[in-house]
């Protein structure tokens, strides 16, 4: 698994997945949604009936992590257990019971010309998906890609690689007994670093490459990649207080959107807070941050009214802490809200507290992000809370899909036209 | 304007230009329907007025160009004169006409815990368009843009580099004297690679990058951007005649596709012919292909039928010739037409010519290509021939848009939620 290959047998071994995927891409599109549904439940109820097999490859990741010193809360994660593998396996329960996109006619046009045009959304076709170590990824995006009529390509972190082989071939297998492509799902067996980056340029076999991890992971998938990329996940979300907010909103909007869970790209990571009514809100809100154990950061204006703060830099409004850190600035109007807004925030979600529609109006329009809130916290981008059903990510670009990404992000569309021997005068 | 800067020169030149795209940004978010028309429409009446000016700077592009040895054809797409200085003119004003997309609420949703969800239609913000000698695409793609509310920085080809810097020039002025952020169009006026290159990598400040032109740009476009790029442009496209064709049909269909214009991506590039019928339609096509000086490419089977027909290879199959050249090809079934196209194609426009009802939703269905045709010509992939009323480009991906790109694929959407105090439990 972590031998170096040379660049040939890396490109003849990537090739190799990629036509393997193309065919099973082309078996895929073949199949009903009742065909897909069945499959997706045989899938979950074979990950319980497999479970030991899971937990054994996962305990040799386990061994070697903490062997390796991997810290507690990546340990925690890398874990396994029956309820774990309950839970992916409901995950892909779940999606099954969900809506296929996939057929669905979005629009019709009846041309002058006798053309009847259909516009219907499809597959992507192939998808590949780069993640660190979560082994509960594999089977999910699996799940939500093979709802949807794509086959998936999946480069797991080296940490929880045994896991995600037990995974992959659990699945992979069941398809295979189901009458289905095994192909539907692919595991990049090779931990080698220059693996992943040709990977990233396999734009004659892949259609789609989302990378689902830290900062670091997307940059270096953005940077790399020939294939389209959808980018997710980074999120430096910021509060504005405005002078027309109630009060009484502000405190509880602000410690959930700050500490209901740290770790995550929705969670506040910087605030703002009209200067006429500072010494209204930051005492109260400062205690409550204080109480959470939360860092505040703030300017001159902010530690005259929470001495406990400390001083805040430049570095610190763009910097997404995911730990209990919190930068706060007073701004004197609206617009500076907006306007630092957009220089610091990473276009994933923002809010603004205010009782004012004028006011809200203008942030919901000018502020430059996905998510754009009026009186509610950050915390609610996600699929699930939108009511999707499913998850991929949060896309922080705008082309294709911005914010959650649930199964109609997984697709694409085509024209059919029908004539009866048109011709272009 | 062939300066060579150094890479800190060419970083503080582009990151210039981008900060003035954001304000211009954000200026242009701001801007309702009727002042965006009442702009366009200056615009095109300042086109007109200082056609002098512009024809003057094209005569210094026309002239360069000639004495550098520029083949006929180029040199015609590159000249303009006071007809084609007002069908800019008019382009801008049909643009004007159109409905904007910016503004639609595309979905809601109401969310048990008392959020409300809205999906609103909105400017990507800063585009980018790279494209070759032809002047009028200036004009062009400004007015798109800056219909759907989004600054453009414009790269074009050397060749016409006077040209643009004046049309760019004349449509900045009108944006000034009418009140409206001029740097709505701004364009590159370096034509060092390097800063092309550099511009690839802007995703700072540009949003989506749009390359207009040959392989040899686009390919360049995919491997050094990291902004997200919407590829378009290339088409080997495909006709195939099954067995139930309407021999009738296919004739005036082939020869439209092949001959009405050859230089274009939506014309065919390779025919196949089921080999039952080989011997009934090759005759007839043949004579008629060769009467338009096509010349022939064909298998064994097509040479029986045409004697002089040339042999064909593999590689003329992956071509886009745009150019009188046809490979044609025999197959014994529908199932290994779809399986040749869907190696070969480029995943443009593709028709399939049948009576039967099954074949066609085969076919439509199977071929992965964002137009897929039945019964006509595959040179209706055009936004104005779907009723778009505009085109920015032909998309040959899968990611964000398909086919031909109107106004709406020029717009990304975000979500706007309204709360009353809403936090996540």
Known sequence: MENTLTNVEINEYLKSLGMKAQAAKTALQRLDTAQKNHALNRAADALVQESERILSANEKDYARAKENGMAEGLLDRLKLTDARIEAMAEGLRQIADLDDPVGEVMETFDRPNGLYIEKVRVPMGVIGIIYEARPNVTADAFGLCFKTGNAVILK????????????????????????????????????DRAVTTAFMKLKEYVDV??????????????????????ETGTGNCHIYIDETADLAKAVPIVINAKTQRIGVCNACESLLVHEKIADKILPALGKALLEKQVEIRGDEAVRAQIPEAHAVTEEDY????????????????????????????????????????????????????????????????????????????????????????????????????????????
């Open 209 to 230: 490459l989302i990378p689902r991890g830290g900062a670091g992971l997307i940059r270096s998938v953005v940077e790399n990649s020939t294939i389209p990329v959808i």
């Open 318 to 425: 763009g910097t997404e802490y995911l730990d209990l850190i919190l930068s706060v600035k007073t701004v004197s109007s609206l617009e500076e809200a907006v306007a630092h807004i957009n220089k610091y925030n990473t276009g994933h979600s923002d809010a603004i507290l205010t009782e004012d529609k004028a006011h809200a109006q203008k942030f919901l329009r000018e502020v430059d992000s996905a998510c754009v809130y009026v009186n509610a916290s950050t915390r609610f981008t996600d699929g699930f809370e939108f009511g999707f059903g499913a998850e991929i990510g949060i896309s922080t670009q705008k082309l294709h899909a911005r914010g959650p990404m649930g199964l109609k992000e997984l697709t694409s569309y085509k024209y059919q036209i029908t004539g009866d021997g048109q011709v272009r005068p």
């Open 156 to 191: 797991g972190g080296r940490d929880a690689f045994y896991s995600n082989q037990a995974v992959t071939a659990v699945i992979g297998e069941t398809m295979e007994k189901e009458g289905v492509d095994r192909n539907a799902i692919q595991l990049i067996e090779n931990n």
